[in-house]
């Protein structure tokens, strides 16, 4: 939905703001599968 959003974007200032926004998501994507393996890790 974002890519779609960021391919139609009105202006320069609203494509940076998508693609801010699609940058936190990946990190917060991938800090979230790291601490999944931490934990997994632990468990086992």
């Known amino acids: 939905m974002l890519a779609a959003w960021l ?3 009105r202006d320069d200032y609203e494509a940076t703001l998508i693609s801010a ?3 936190l ?3 917060v994507e991938e800090s979230i599968k790291e ?3 931490k ?3 632990l468990i086992k």
């Open 35 to 37: 601490a999944d393996t």
């Open 7 to 9: 391919e139609s974007s």
């Open 21 to 23: 926004i699609i940058t």
């Open 25 to 27: 998501i990946e990190g």
């Open 39 to 41: 934990l997994d890790s």
